[in-house]
């Protein structure tokens, strides 16, 4: 097994700083300040302000409370919408003008991936009357074309060229892959897993539960064995499109959002930490550089938009939401 690099760092209690803060010569700390920070340009792509798509000069209402998208395919927007509970589910196609198609309904909204090059989504579903499923609908050909049922509830990690990437936390934890066209379901290690590429041959997975001592690791998909690096106080939050650029946040991050987000190369090399005096919220990428994150302060929250030290605001200045 080739390990590249494992390294550590102090965790703290979540809700403050969890970080140590960067000795001399180590890559910069920079401290988010809403309402200090210049104004940008808008977020660019398709993606959701409160319950509109917008996408350049497109924007559109969505008629329900709530609504995550998945992507664009062919001029219309795939997204998955719910009520105020995210309940009665639904998996939409949405024009550019507002008109709705439903193709699925009662899947689980947080467990689904476009594929838009392969005109394909993956998704779940299943309760306690259903068996846990993972299914795609073919929106091409517009219809469910693949199905399989799983005796766990699988968290769906990649979809690309029909293979899914999934991990299972019962009956035995592992990560899996299922071919939707040959049905074929193969082992890729007894781990839980929390991030795959197909595309870049990645996937993030716990040594063991990280509540128990599990460190996060990232390593090769084709080959779980070979490390790019080990974390034991941080988890992989979000990855570049490219895969070379990791975004993570403190292990053990859990309720309102964490006061801390790195920025790390593939092979673990800290780039910059960011921290704020409040929480974060949503991470994501915006190119294989610029990351975007909902800052929110102790009044003032915004979306941010940072390469590296050079951070501007990408939306204007808002209330920060009360909890």
């Given amino acids: 097994m080739r390990r590249v690099l494992t390294f550590t760092t102090t965790l703290m209690t ?15 700390t920079i401290p988010i300040k809403p309402g200090a920070l210049s104004r940008g340009p808008d977020v660019r792509g398709p993606h959701v302000e409160g319950t ?47 008109a709705v198609k439903v193709l ?39 219809d469910e074309v693949s199905v399989h049922a799983f005796a766990g509830l699988p968290r769906l990690l990649a979809f690309d060229d029909g293979l899914t990437v999934a991990s299972l936390g019962s009956p035995k934890v592992k990560t ?19 991030y795959a ?7 993030g997975y716990f040594s063991k539960d990280p509540q128990f001592g599990g460190c996060q690791v990232l390593a090769h998909l084709s080959d779980p064995g070979d490390v790019l690096f080990t974390n034991c106080d941080e988890r992989i939050d979000a990855v570049s499109p490219d895969g070379k650029r990791v975004a993570t946040i403190p292990l053990l991050s859990d309720g ?26 949503r991470v994501w990428w915006e190119s294989n550089t610029k990351l975007l994150f909902d800052a929110n302060g102790r009044t003032k929250a915004a979306t941010v938009r940072c390469q590296v030290a050079d951070c501007n605001r990408a939306s204007d200045l808002r209330p920060t939401p009360e909890l």
């Fill in 14 to 28: 979540v809700g403050v700083s969890l970080l140590a803060a960067a000795p001399s010569g180590a890559a910069e």
């Fill in 197 to 203: 590429s197909v595309a870049h041959d990645l996937l």
């Fill in 104 to 142: 699925r309904e009662f899947i689980d909204p947080f467990n689904a991936v476009l594929d838009a090059e392969s005109d394909q989504v993956a998704y779940s579903y299943g309760d306690s009357t259903q068996k846990p499923t993972l299914a795609v609908y073919d929106l091409g050909l517009d």
């Fill in 52 to 98: 509109v798509i917008v996408d350049g000069d497109v924007s559109v209402k969505v008629k329900r409370p709530n609504v995550l998208l998945y992507g664009k395919w062919q001029g219309s927007y795939i997204a998955a919408t719910g009520n105020s509970q995210w309940g009665n589910v639904k998996l939409v196609k949405i024009a550019a003008t507002g």
């Fill in 256 to 281: 309102i959002g964490p006061a801390d987000i790195l920025v790390r190369k593939a092979n673990g090399t800290l780039l910059v930490h960011y921290t704020i005096d409040n929480y974060f919220g």
């Fill in 176 to 194: 899996l892959t299922w071919n939707t066209v040959s049905n074929d379901v193969t082992k890729v290690n007894a781990k839980l897993g929390n």
